[in-house]
Nanobody, 118 residues
Framework: HVQLVESGGGSEQAGESLRLSCVVS????????MAWFRQASGKEREGVGS???????TYADWVKGRFTISKDNAKITLYLQMNSLKPEDTAMYYC?????????????WGQGTQVTVS
């Protein structure tokens, strides 16, 4: 079955940058949609953005150009580049995969990686 493993989380100062990675296995990156979500303590999970098989990306309104999602098809790795970090970006970040290109039903999730901004 599809497996996703995030890495790259850590503690950063406000204004700094961080890049998260998500290595995907047993998944066809050429036919589906992958996304990043986050969940802060005590809050509901929210979507950060998604990337389709053809590299089309969409982002939540609050991202406002600070974050960029990309993928390396050869390495089957999804990335989330986060710039100008803010304390409110503190959350557990998850990558997820939808085997279709609808970007609606994400049946596969990673275990998450913690990002803390102070």
């Amino acid at each position: 079955h599809v497996q996703l493993v995030e890495s790259g989380g850590g503690s950063e100062q406000a204004g700094e940058s961080l890049r998260l990675s998500c290595v995907v296995s047993r998944y066809d990156v050429n036919g589906g949609c992958m996304a990043w979500f986050r969940q802060a303590s005590g809050k509901e999970r929210e979507g950060v953005g998604s990337i389709h098989y053809d590299d089309r990306t969409t982002y939540a309104d609050w991202v406002k150009g600070r974050f960029t999602i990309s993928k390396d098809n050869a390495k089957i790795t999804l990335y989330l580049q986060m710039n100008s970090l803010k304390p409110e970006d503190t959350a557990m970040y998850y990558c997820a995969a939808d085997i279709s290109d609808w970007c609606v039903t994400f049946g596969y999730w990673g275990q998450g990686t913690q990002v803390t901004v102070s």
